[in-house]
């Protein structure tokens, strides 16, 4: 104990020979009669000192010293109830300083009011912790609302994090807000954190490009105010070439209120000045119209007083990291709140339970009075053992304990109306039971606990309804209008879309809904289609056009091209330039070499299965249109379908017999085994990528007037063991 007391002793001298000092050596100094203004207290006749609870020795000592001078008064608010009960912990602080202090209470003796009263008491077990400003706004409201003329009241916060959920449910009216709106909470923080984040990266990745997710996040944010004309094409340059990094000296931000939020920092020394002209920037753009917007000014303002206390302190302690410096940044920004002010005579008072003390209200509605909450049963961090901090006379857990038993206590004595929410959910963050406070004063007093548990309704899942659309009205018009008027062309993919989802056609190509431009940061299947199919275009083009059959062995030659085809057709489909492996990101690797191999395979299968080959058609050598005749109510009309063929060749196989066939490529799981037609093209069919290849072989017959051509589906992942040729389960398919 020695040891300890003499390190202390050190420690003040150190600090006072460098002019340094805080608040503990300033109360003791005036308490031992060695303050610099020893006196101050003299200035004024008497000083009233209103609704002091816990007090320390040195507060203790002075105020037993100027109440023996007549310099002081003091007001106690008091209840006999817990006051002359030694095991009631409420009145632990007022019985040590009216009995051991021998503080004078001006109120005079202690009435018991609490022993005396027996008022119902509205105690709710809420499912969940936000559920609990859920019941109340239907209480506020219930109850017929709040003469605020002739009556007080007030939501006193047991747990200050249900402000927000607080805020959100409550019904209009005026109210006046003491304990502030967390700095955490607000899109500011967002936005800082946000910052800190990609100077982060850019410090430790040592790169010049940033996740595109970082960039999205600053797009989205309500606060930068960039322009939509940027924004969108931002985002349409990033979905087109899917940037899932870019390069940071290209980010071009210059709408926005902050151009400048990209720029990468030099040195740690311009992290705290930059975080500072971020601020003025927010608050030059912010208008002061609106609670919302008053609450940010303050927040800005808050902030930036905070961020210049901790730019003169790094000042004095040298180069410090980046990462240290927002690390401590981030700690120091998290306490900072600003007050949602009002009326503080008229309206809803919401504040916290330590706010409330001296305080009274005829209607009380205490949120979070939860066992765990009320009272906490975690203490402040601390080095020093429980104890060791009981010997020293230091706050303990028990103290805490005390000081929140006075605050709810005492809100017994004069509210007639009190409502007691608590979660009765148990969770990590939950007992799921009511404070012990509740449970003493239901034994111990004449209060009647009329208990009430929120009843969630059961829901159980209703059936949806079949979306049906009818095709009458406007949607008539626009879909005889489009396909029979405009002759617009019925593609493959949209009569199979039809048979699958009539919905999907009618969303997709009647409605014209089309999904928004976004980066994914999965695979995409219909990108890694793409590049496979101009990448066998480019690879068969040599060969087309002959009259003459050419030996399958001269694929060996494609064969050895398909990587560098391949790479250099990712990278126009990602509209840049990319030579070399070493050029692709990790994902445009994956699709490398996933194309590589499917290409690969569709020309060791031709080398394997064939003699010979001749290239009648490609991709994109002809579309091919055919006017098809239906019914309409009993009227002939005429739509136009629409077929783009991947390939059609002649080959001769390995036992000398010539086939004309139409190719189709596929890289998806789709099959070339069916049960029978019918289900080929019934609702819902399973066999998309067959029917697409039978509507190509149809259009192209009836166009070209080529008969006898034999469909063939190159799958990929089931080439092997499938084939190529349709075929059901007793042999091949044929029409």
Not at 116 to 134: C, F, H, M, P, W
Not at 263 to 286: C, H, Y
Not at 541 to 567: M, Q, R
Request: net charge negative; glycine share 6%; charged share 25%.
């Amino acid at each position: 104990m020695e040891e300890i007391t003499d390190s202390l002793q050190i420690v003040q001298g150190e600090a006072k020979t460098e002019n340094q000092t805080n608040f503990p050596t300033l109360y003791r100094d005036l308490a031992e009669g060695r303050g610099e203004n020893q006196g101050f207290i003299n200035q004024f006749k008497k000083v009233i000192f209103v609704g002091f609870n816990a007090l320390n020795k040195a507060e203790a000592g002075l105020f037993k010293q100027w109440q023996e001078e007549d310099k002081a008064i003091f007001y106690f608010d008091v209840d006999a109830h817990y006051l002359d009960d030694k095991i009631q912990e409420a009145g632990l602080f007022l019985r040590r300083n009216l009995f051991q202090t021998g503080l004078v209470n001006a109120l005079g003796e202690a009435p018991n009011i609490i022993g005396n009263r027996d008022i119902d008491v509205n105690l709710y077990q809420t499912s969940g912790k936000n559920s609990e400003a859920k019941l109340l706004h239907d209480i506020l409201l219930n109850t017929g609302g709040i003469d605020f003329n002739n009556e007080t009241a007030a939501i006193l916060l047991a747990d200050e994090s249900l402000l927000v959920p607080l805020l959100q449910s409550l019904p209009q009216m005026d109210i006046n807000i003491t304990t502030g709106y967390p700095l955490i909470q607000s899109p500011i923080y967002g936005l800082f954190d946000l910052w800190c984040e990609v100077q982060l990266y850019i410090s430790h990745q040592k790169k010049e490009k940033l996740p595109y997710q970082l960039l999205e996040t600053f797009l989205s944010h309500p606060l930068t105010k960039i322009s939509k004309k940027q924004k969108q094409q931002i985002q349409k340059e990033s979905s087109e070439k899917q940037l899932f990094e870019v390069s940071i000296a290209e980010i071009d931000v210059s709408s926005s209120v902050l151009p400048n939020f990209f720029k990468p920092i030099k040195n740690s020394a311009e992290l705290i000045p930059t975080m500072v002209r971020m601020i003025e920037d927010l608050v030059q753009s912010i208008s002061l119209e609106g609670t919302t917007k008053v609450i940010e000014s303050n927040l800005l303002i808050e902030t930036k007083k905070v961020l210049n206390q901790l730019h003169l302190g790094f000042d004095k302690l040298g180069h410090l990291s980046i990462s240290f410096q927002i690390g401590l940044i981030k700690k120091a920004l998290a306490p900072i709140n600003s007050a949602i002010e009002g009326d503080q005579l008229y309206g809803l008072q919401i504040m916290g339970l330590l706010e409330s003390r001296c305080l009274n209200f005829d209607h009380v509605y205490v949120l979070g009075a939860n066992e765990g909450i009320l009272p906490k049963t975690s203490s402040a961090a601390t080095f020093l053992p429980n104890n060791l901090r009981k010997a020293y006379g230091l706050p303990v857990l028990e103290n805490q304990d005390a000081l929140s038993a006075y605050l709810f206590y005492r809100h017994f004595q004069y509210s007639n109306d009190i409502h007691l929410f608590y979660n009765g959910i148990v969770d990590e963050n939950s007992t799921g039971e009511e404070s012990r406070f509740i449970k003493q004063l239901n034994f111990e007093t004449n209060f009647k606990f009329i208990k009430r548990s929120q009843q969630q309704p059961l829901l159980f899942p209703v059936q949806p309804e079949e979306l049906v659309i009818d095709k009458k009205g406007d949607i008539w018009d626009k879909l005889y209008g489009s396909y029979i008027k405009d002759r617009k062309a019925l593609s493959a993919s949209a009569f199979t879309t039809y048979l699958m989802s009539p919905l999907q056609f009618f969303l997709k190509y009647v409605a014209d809904i089309k999904e928004p431009p976004s980066i994914s940061q999965e695979f995409e299947m219909n990108k890694l289609g793409t590049v496979i199919h101009e990448c066998m275009e480019q690879l068969l083009s040599p060969y087309k056009g002959s009259t003459d059959f050419t030996p399958t062995s001269e694929l060996e030659k494609a064969l050895e091209k398909v990587d560098s085809t391949v790479i250099k057709e990712i990278g126009k489909q990602y509209q840049t330039e990319l030579t070399k492996l070493e050029d692709l990101n990790s994902l445009q690797r994956i699709m490398h070499k996933i194309s590589s191999e499917y290409i690969k395979m569709y020309l060791q299968y031709d080398i394997d299965q064939y003699e010979s080959f001749r290239i009648v058609e490609l991709e994109n050598d002809q579309d091919y249109f055919l006017d098809f005749e239906i019914n309409i109510q009993g009227v002939p009309q005429k739509i136009r379908l629409f077929g783009i063929i991947d390939r059609v060749d002649e080959v001769i196989s390995k036992n000398g017999q010539r086939k004309l066939r139409i190719v189709d490529y596929k890289t998806g799981a789709d099959q070339v085994i069916f049960g029978n037609l019918d289900k080929v093209f019934s609702d819902n069919t399973e066999n998309k990528a067959l029917l697409q290849t039978l509507f190509y072989a149809y259009v192209y017959e009836q166009v070209s007037g080529l008969r006898g051509l034999e469909p063939h589906l190159y799958v990929a992942r089931r080439m092997r063991e499938d084939g190529t040729l349709f075929r059901n389960r007793s042999g091949s398919f044929s029409i």
